[in-house]
């Protein structure tokens, strides 16, 4: 039913795509509806609002009767929804442009774990086409489910060759206790990468896979910490990406692919600045069928201020165009095909994909590992530092400025001043805050009040 899903889908966006309405932003919905009905099992799309103004069902029917013949596990024939559960989505988007229904032919097959499957499924759909709000729901023997995909940030992304990218740029991270509100960044900032043409294997162009090929990386990291330039940071995991290899209609391709899951051995990790880099599957049902990287990390000193953890998720966009193939059926045939032959065509296009992998993962840890350096010399700065503030407490003769200094950072002896000197001289340096007007915080406010205290006894 996964692929059935993903089809309604590529129709909806192909369609959208021949009636962009620029001027419609957040006005976009999508409703995923799985039910069960006297044994059987029944799952319906539909779109709503103005963005499909202009769709009509009796243009489509030679579409639709493609589609059908495509669902070799669903039959077309199919009950309507009841109309509580369409009630609300009208009620939010308008009336129904498009509605498409069917049946999986085979209950027994279907498994609880599908869910989950289609669930992440829709939620890489929507991290690549931020303006669209997708409404899924599912409703099981006594089981039901109920999730909305929305978006809080939402980041264009102008390309040279393809319609500008929708991007979600949401962070779902939260900020450590204490960085006052206003002081955090809330989302991302996408980097455009090169374009990479792809070569098509004789293979795909057996089955009439023609035109022209490429790929379009967009590398995300994420949390933002560019207003905080002296805070420790550690890189923990690559994803490129859950299922994020998308093709021309923006619909997501359900790998996972040879060529990604081996990348780590064809990658020159010291290059990167990364110690280590293995594959691995993630437990969580959102990364389920998607290529994650673990980083390896190197043994470093425990620190009152841990390193901030980040991820660098790496979309990879396919660009396909052929001026032979401009009827809706054909795209979405030849959408179907390049999927198909994916595998091959990565294969074939071996040493210049993993070439590109690597400037762009280059490219987009360069500030992350000057960094480290920056970490590196302020460490080193520290050490200075604190030696010459111990040590002028120590050998000074003046008992009254002793007892002051020791009085004022609240210890007793010399010892416990260069442990409490350290610890506060690090939460000052770390949490030192630059204004960043392309952030996205809710506003600009000084340095967190946490850290006034600390300021005082340096």
């Known amino acids: 039913m996964l692929r059935e899903i993903q089809q309604a889908l590529r129709l909806v966006m192909l369609l959208e795509k021949q009636r962009e309405h620029p001027g419609l932003k957040n006005v976009r919905g999508l409703l995923v509806l799985l039910w069960t009905e006297t044994g059987a099992i029944y799952c319906t799309v539909a779109a709503a609002g103005p963005w499909c103004t202009g769709i009509e069902m009796k243009v489509l029917q030679p579409v639709l009767t493609d589609l059908k013949e495509s669902m070799f596990s669903c039959t077309w024939s199919s009950p309507q929804p009841d109309p509580e559960e369409l009630c609300a989505f009208t009620d939010t988007y308008g009336s129904l442009r498009l509605l498409l229904s069917f049946q999986m032919k085979e209950a027994r097959l279907f498994i609880p774990e ?18 669209i709000k997708i409404h899924f729901k599912f409703k099981f023997s006594q089981q039901s489910l109920q999730r909305d995909f929305r978006v809080n940030i939402v980041r264009k992304v102008a390309c040279a060759n393809r319609a500008s ?21 809330h989302g991302g900032h996408p980097v455009l990468g090169g374009r990479l043409p792809l070569s098509i294997p004789p293979e795909a162009m057996d089955h009439s896979l023609f035109g022209e090929l490429s790929v379009q990386p967009v590398t995300l990291l994420s949390p933002c910490v560019l207003q905080y330039p ?80 980040q991820s660098l998720l790496l979309y990879l ?34 040493q210049a994909v993993t070439t590109a992998l690597q400037t762009e993962l280059k490219n987009s840890l360069k ?45 007793r002896d010399t010892h416990e001043l260069s442990a409490s000197l350290c610890e506060s001289l690090r939460r000052v340096t770390s949490w030192k805050f630059t204004p960043r007007s392309g952030c996205y915080s809710a506003q600009m406010e000084e340095h967190p009040d946490s850290d006034e205290p600390t300021r005082t006894e340096i």
């Open 230 to 309: 002296n805070l420790a940071t550690q890189l923990t995991d690559i994803q490129i990406s859950f299922v994020l290899v998308c093709g021309p209609s923006n619909v997501p391709f359900t790998g996972p692919f040879t060529l990604l899951q081996n990348l780590p051995a064809h990658l020159d990790c010291q290059e990167l600045g990364l110690h280590g880099l293995h594959c691995s599957s993630s437990k969580d049902p959102v990364h389920k069928g998607g290529t994650v990287y673990t980083v390896e990390q190197e043994n470093c000193e425990e620190s009152s201020v841990p390193p901030m953890q």
């Open 367 to 411: 500030a992350q590992n000057h960094r480290k350096k920056d970490q590196e010399k302020l460490r080193s700065a520290a050490e200075v530092i604190l030696s010459s503030a111990v040590s002028i407490v120590s050998c000074s003769s003046n008992m009254d400025f002793r007892n002051a200094c020791l009085n004022s950072m609240k210890v």
């Open 165 to 185: 990218l929708i991007l979600d740029v949401t962070c779902k991270t939260h900020p450590p206790e204490c960085v006052k509100k206003g002081c955090w960044c």
């Open 317 to 350: 966009f396919l660009q396909h165009s052929d001026p032979f193939t401009y009827q809706l059926s054909d795209r979405m045939a030849t959408e179907v095909l390049i999927e198909h032959h994916l595998e091959d065509i990565l294969n074939n296009n071996k």
């Open 114 to 131: 599908w869910c989950a499957r289609i669930e992440a499924f829709l939620h890489s759909f929507s991290l690549a086409n931020a303006r």
